[in-house]
């Protein structure tokens, strides 16, 4: 694997920490990483355990921030439900409280009564109707503006796990959220028949282009990709980054040719993009991807949807890559579509 390369390259000890380290440099996932270690690089320093232990706070820093924002969000929206049934329950307190007023007014009324004690019931309920509107005023402007700050603190909340959802370089959805959506759609696809299917792709000789022209223009390369795939699907379809440079898409109530077709549109329109560096104006040229397709069986779980997939792949790379490559999802054949 590229990780295992990269530290037998800068004589890195192969512990569970650089690992981590080193897949995330890999994968591009981390601009802050990748920043740090490039320059490492240039001023030609060792990787020791001190810097490895630097760099994997690193690593580990995005995902708790975003554990930490949801976090917050969601013990600030329990805060907030807990003030509004506090509201409600002072409410119910004030409710029962002017009924036990009335109930004294009522029974003194179904007394006889003088005209003097008549006028004190009259101011009674006089005033213990003020109170109760002044109090309701009160408990109503209170439960406006908690309504307004549960709505606010609804959408911190659906915004941070959107945040940890999406892959922050592309604009697409993460590693994390491709797993639980194939996992919701292989479910689905299981119960109710409907077609599924699974697109793995690859931009072909990326590690070359960014060891020839810089991770900027990769990250500019990804972000294209990126871009194409959100731009192509439908509402219901999930383009990911994968991982690096290998991108995915979920497909549900879609049938393998026209996925088929999907990819090669996609292809054929990065594969027309000419591209410069957005920095210096120079002309980069062109990159391809190579994509493998698969469509749901029953008995299907993520895990041999993504094999399949990955296994059309590797025969587009093997056979010149620029290619779409579906295989029929219940045998080991594969059908070549032409580039």
Same mark, same amino acid.
């Given at each position: ?43 030609g320093q060792p990787f020791d355990e001190t ?135 292989v479910t689905a696809a299981a119960q109710n ?20 022209? %810089? ?18 699907v439908k509402g219901q379809d999930t383009p990911?980054?994968?991982? %690096? ?95």
């Open positions: 694997m590229e990780a295992m390369r990269l530290m037998d390259e800068y004589q890195v000890d192969p512990t569970p920490s650089a690992y981590s380290v080193w897949y995330t440099y890999a994968a591009g996932q981390n601009p802050a990483l990748t920043t740090r270690i490039n320059d490492r690089l240039g001023e810097f490895i232990h630097e760099l994997d706070e690193l690593v580990n820093a995005p995902q708790i921030a975003l554990t930490n924002s949801t976090t917050s969000a969601s013990d600030q929206l329990t805060g907030k439900m807990d003030s509004v049934l506090e509201i409600i329950a002072t409410a119910s307190g004030d409710t029962n409280m002017f009924g036990k007023s009335m109930q004294g007014v009522s029974a003194a009324l179904s007394s006889e009564i003088s005209a003097a004690d008549l006028g004190r019931v009259v101011d009674t309920v006089v005033a213990a109707t003020k109170q109760m509107e002044k109090r309701s005023r009160a408990l109503e402007e209170r439960l406006t503006q908690s309504k307004q700050e549960v709505e606010e603190l609804r959408t911190n909340l659906a915004q941070a796990r959107n945040e940890a959802m999406t892959d922050q370089l592309t604009g697409i959805s993460n590693r994390k959220a491709f797993d639980e959506v194939l996992l919701t759609q028949g409907e077609p599924l299917c699974l697109a793995m792709a690859d931009i072909d000789f990326f590690k070359k282009f960014n060891d020839t022209f %810089g991770h900027q223009a990769g990250d500019q390369v990804l972000r294209l990709v990126g871009r194409c795939l959100d731009g192509n990911a980054r994968y991982g %690096g440079e290998e991108f995915a898409m979920i497909l549900p109530n879609t049938v393998v040719d026209d996925a088929v077709k999907l990819a090669n549109h996609i292809r054929e329109t990065i594969q027309s993009r000419e591209l410069v560096k957005k920095s210096t104006g120079e002309n980069l040229g062109k990159v391809t991807m190579s994509f493998g397709i698969t469509q749901f069986v029953l008995g299907d779980t993520p895990q041999t949807m993504i094999e399949r997939a990955d296994k059309a792949l590797y025969r587009a790379k093997e056979e010149g890559r620029n290619r779409v490559i579906k295989s029929d999802g219940d045998s080991a054949e594969e059908e070549r579509i032409s580039a």
